[in-house]
């Protein structure tokens, strides 16, 4: 199959890139199990289907600090500029999502009191838990946007199903 970029999806919706993008992610990963390839397709193409998000990827659960009972994330796949590396669990709005298990919608980081400021442009942020079939806590999906209140429940509602479609394998 081929994969092309929609030249006019800067004429959809919100909704409607959400519709395309979850569309072209579930083609594109058809039969493919691998889970870094799988998070690395949904940077890409979320990334070209929203100009407003300056950084887009994922923090995934340290299965090597699990083991030893310590909570902690570490960067996965992303697009955009250097991101932290590391996150505790509870820590930022990333470790809210993580052991909290809820999505985290931010209108204006800076009224977050915690915080991790990777990039001094984040005005907004949306972070989205992610399981897999077990239910299991596998990584956290992030999205930082330079403009305020970039992010609302349509966002958290769209990205929800695409995790859910993506990783409950
Ligand atoms: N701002 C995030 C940290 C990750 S960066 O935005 C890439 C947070 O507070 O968890």
Redesign the pocket.
């Known amino acids: 199959m081929s994969y092309m970029v929609n030249s006019s999806s800067t004429m959809l919706s919100k909704g409607e890139k959400y519709q395309e993008v979850i569309r072209d992610v579930l083609a594109v990963l058809d039969g493919e199990p691998d889970v870094t390839a799988r998070m690395a397709t949904c940077v890409s193409l979320l990334n070209q289907a929203f100009d407003a998000w300056f950084?887009t990827?994922f923090?995934v659960v340290d299965k090597v600090k699990k083991a030893a009972g310590i909570d902690e994330l570490v960067?996965g796949p992303?697009n955009?500029?250097l991101?932290?590396l590391r996150?505790a669990f509870g820590?930022?709005?990333?470790?809210?999502?993580a052991a909290t298990r809820t999505t985290q919608v931010v209108p204006d980081?800076h009224q977050?009191s915690?915080?991790?400021?990777?990039?001094s442009r984040?005005n907004s942020?949306i972070?989205v838990p992610v399981f897999d079939k077990n239910g299991e806590l596998i990584a956290v999906f992030?999205s930082?946007s330079e403009s305020f209140g970039t992010y609302d429940d349509e966002d958290a509602a769209n990205l929800k199903k695409l995790m859910a479609a993506v990783f409950s394998i």
């Open positions: 950084w990827g923090y960067v992303y955009g500029t991101g932290c996150i820590r930022g709005v990333c470790g809210a999502a980081v977050f915690d915080h991790i400021a990777c990039d984040s942020e972070v992030d930082d």
